[in-house]
């Protein structure tokens, strides 16, 4: 019961409104049968009307903004609302037809149906099939369990993670050149590439050419981590060693994408050993401290349709940082509304400073709402 007295009252008018109009329909097949063919005529063009209204100004909008501007095309609740959406238009559309055909003139003798008794039962059904679907689709974004398995690994961690693999594989690429293994060093600059720029870089992907697109890390790409946390700090240490670090991974990152062009060991040797000189001078414990975003900042991951960690607990003064991993376009929105991000991209992140103590509840406008629904998290500010 909660759903439905929420927040989401058009999802809910619609809904309501979707099942009278079914009701409606099935009472003018009734009077069909029944011969009072002026009474069917009006309930059912009535229906057909009515429905054209909640297409025009609830469904459109609720398809443009879930899977449009969410980028969302997969997941239970996207095909659902796709293939709603599709079947939806093919039986208004016939309704409207049947209407003209029904009360005008205006169809041309030669797109008149010939077997019209036939069409109309088949939309009925369709229409029914279509109700179903949508108390599918209502069930699925608003009372079913969230279809997302939020990432349950610690954000922080996992970032720092990126760090140290980083070192890790720029040793291995300078071993595999070492032991004259062209493919292996190819392989680890693909690594390189892919885990310093994240899926937004210009260069992500199957670097290497052998079928595979391989990325050590979770997507994100370490510039987008060390730039999201950099873009909040506001001590000039932090700063400087973070554009220290920015500096040396746009280095490495180009000379990985030198010995990915280069086509013989010869010519990949210099950039190989480039690369090994400068994550040599890369500390790991600079990365790992500059990514856990030091003791007033904390970083909340996107990804999978959830927030993650769910919930944050954070002292008074701190900032949060968002961090959009995945393809799917995503807001970051407080119930109360302090505060509301851009719509995020991948790689792209959004900040907000806590200055008052208290829970705040947030979601994303694209894939949950307020009060709790869909995608959501909360920040726990204490004093
Ligand atoms: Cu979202």
């Not at 990126?162 to 291995?172: P, Q, R, S």
């Not at 690429?173 to 062209?182: D, H, P, T, V």
Request: aromatic fraction near 8%.
């Amino acid at each position: 019961m909660q759903a439905l007295l929420g927040t989401r009252l058009s999802a809910d008018i619609n809904l309501v409104a979707q099942i009278l109009i079914l009701i409606g329909l099935w009472i003018g097949f009734y009077f069909a049968r029944k011969g009072q063919i002026p009474r069917h005529q009006t309930i059912q063009t009535s229906m057909v009307l009515v429905n054209l209204f909640f297409i025009a100004f609830i469904m459109i909008t609720s398809f443009y903004n879930f899977v449009i501007l969410g980028g969302t095309t997969s997941g239970i609740s996207a095909s659902l609302m796709m293939v709603h959406g599709f079947l939806g238009l093919v039986a208004e559309t016939t309704g409207i037809y049947l209407i003209l055909r029904m009360r005008t003139q205006i169809i041309p003798p030669r797109l008149r149906v010939s077997n019209f008794k036939l069409l109309m039962r088949m939309t009925l059904g369709l229409w029914t099939i279509i109700v179903v679907l949508g108390l599918g689709i209502y069930y699925f974004r608003y009372i079913g369990p969230p279809t997302s398995v939020p990432v349950a690994a610690e954000s922080v961690a996992q970032a720092q993670q990126a760090g140290v693999d980083l070192l890790i594989h720029a040793a291995e690429l300078s071993e595999s050149a070492s032991r004259g293994n062209l493919q292996t060093v190819r392989r680890h600059a693909e690594h390189l590439v892919n885990l310093i720029e994240g899926e937004s870089g210009e260069h992500y992907g199957d670097l290497d050419g052998d079928g595979f697109l391989e990325d050590p890390g979770d997507g994100v790409g370490l510039l987008n981590y060390l730039q999201s946390v950099a873009s909040v700090s506001d001590d000039s240490q932090t700063d400087s060693l973070a554009a220290e670090i920015l500096e040396l991974l746009e280095e490495i990152d180009d000379l990985a994408l030198s010995v990915l062009a280069a086509n013989d060991l010869n010519s990949m040797s210099a950039p190989v050993d480039k690369v090994d000189g400068l994550a040599q001078r890369l500390n790991g414990e600079d990365v790992a401290q500059l990514l856990a975003g030091g003791p007033d900042t904390v970083i909340v991951l996107v990804d999978n349709f959830a927030f993650s960690p769910g919930v944050v607990s954070v002292q008074q003064g701190s900032t949060v940082v968002w961090i959009n991993k995945e393809t799917a376009k995503h807001t970051v929105t407080a119930d109360n509304e302090l505060f509301n991000s851009e719509t995020l991209s991948v790689g792209e992140s959004y900040s907000f400073t806590f200055n008052e103590t208290g829970t705040f509840a947030y979601y994303c406008k694209f894939h949950g709402d307020a009060g709790g629904v869909g995608m959501i998290g909360q920040v726990e500010v204490e004093p």
